[in-house]
């Protein structure tokens, strides 16, 4: 019996075509997977040992949903039987599965219900490994993620700052309001009863305008002194420990008190000039408590830098006071706002007799 020509052509044709694609799927990067109508595994390509890190011996007749992570498993089982109803459709899949010693990788590719196909008999899955652009994608919704929280706290920040300072101003304005109903305008009262006293008192006229002099002329000291409280200021262009050296000048020249100054700032161009003026504006307005309060001789001042911890401390030795019993005044309300605004901490020591101190501790 002889063969056709023709006959032996094709079977030719058709090994060759058959070790040609065999060749492929061996040599291909893809992970290809032939499983049966149930989900087991009947044929895995040789990639499979390269991104599983396991044997096809090992796969072959295993279930390959047990190779699936847990939380995609109710999806991929919905999609398997969307397959087994498809006959012949590619139908898109993409999920997370265990390799070997748990490592998880991502995989997706195309699966297609080939049952009826002779030759293939199987649903085949055809995969690539996408781990890499998966953890890729997850870095940068992290970091979009981290980015919009930071952006949202430093606007929450930014909010909170203003309105610390908003209030601080608001306070400031009532402090001031304050000085001037109950100091200034007691004493610019009184000095007007004096004249129009002296004018209906011909006899007392002379002595009653000499007073009314002297309360104008008080009135008008003390409108100075609040003007200059409000006029003296953290000077850039000198810095904060002349600044501060220029605030005690009046204070020293009284001879009321012994002043001393310790500082230690190395970082001082480094620091916000906001900071550096709370800063200012503390030890002034614990100096304004102290001359009012305190009855004291000897007043200390440090500022220290050691690192990223900045401290602030006023001391004096006046009469003190019980801190657990005594209100906050508005001096002492500013003290601690002006360090809210900069997440400053403030500590107060003090008890009868045994003065009192003042301690700001920031976080730079």
């Known amino acids: 019996m002889q063969i056709a020509?023709?006959?032996?052509?094709?079977?030719?044709?058709?090994?060759?075509?058959?070790?040609?694609?065999?060749?492929?799927i061996e040599n291909s990067t893809d992970i290809i997977i032939v499983i049966d109508n149930t989900g087991n595994i009947v044929y895995g390509s040789p990639s499979i040992e390269k991104h599983f890190g396991t044997a096809l011996t090992e796969?072959?007749?295993?279930?390959?949903?047990?190779?699936?992570?847990p939380d995609d498993l109710p999806e991929l089982t919905e999609k398997f039987?969307?397959?087994?109803?498809?006959?012949?459709?590619?139908i898109p899949v993409q999920s997370r599965a265990y390799a070997k010693d748990n490592r998880m990788i991502w995989v997706e590719g195309i699966v297609t219900n080939m049952l009826a196909t002779e030759g293939v008999n199987g649903i085949v899955c055809n995969f690539r490994d996408v781990s890499e652009r998966k953890n890729t994608e997850r870095l940068i919704e992290e970091s979009e993620m981290l980015r919009h929280q930071l952006m949202e706290e430093k606007i929450n920040r930014q909010k909170e700052i203003m309105q610390a300072a908003i209030e601080a101003q608001e306070r400031e304005r009532a402090h001031i309001g304050r000085e001037l109903h109950d100091n200034v305008k007691q004493i610019l009262s009184t000095a007007k009863v004096c004249l129009e006293y002296g004018r209906e008192n011909a006899a007392a006229e002379h002595h009653m305008i000499r007073r009314a002099e002297d309360m104008i002329s008080t009135a008008i000291a003390e409108l100075r002194e609040l003007s200059k409280s409000l006029i003296q200021v953290y000077e850039r262009e000198i810095g904060l420990q002349l600044s501060i050296e220029n605030l005690l000048e009046s204070v020293r020249i009284g001879g009321r008190f012994n002043i001393w100054v310790n500082f230690y700032l190395p970082d001082e161009n480094k620091l916000d000039d906001k900071l550096k003026m709370a800063l200012f504006r503390i030890i002034q307005e614990q100096l304004n408590n102290i001359l009012t309060h305190a009855e004291a001789t000897n007043?200390?001042?440090?500022?220290h830098q050691q690192d990223s911890a900045l401290s602030l401390s006023v001391?004096?030795?006046g009469k003190g006071f019980d801190v657990h019993q005594k209100r906050m005044g508005i001096g002492i309300t500013n003290i601690i706002n002006r360090a809210e605004i900069f997440n400053g901490q403030v500590d107060i020591h003090s008890a009868p007799g045994q003065g009192c101190r003042?301690?700001?501790n920031f976080n730079i």
């Open 81 to 90: 039987f969307e397959v087994l109803n498809s006959p012949g459709v590619s």
């Open 59 to 69: 796969l072959t007749g295993a279930s390959a949903f047990n190779y699936i992570y």
């Open 315 to 317: 001391e004096d030795d």
């Open 5 to 24: 020509p023709n006959s032996v052509t094709m079977d030719s044709k058709w090994q060759e075509s058959e070790t040609w694609f065999r060749s492929l």
């Open 299 to 303: 007043i200390t001042i440090t500022i």
């Open 358 to 360: 003042i301690q700001v």
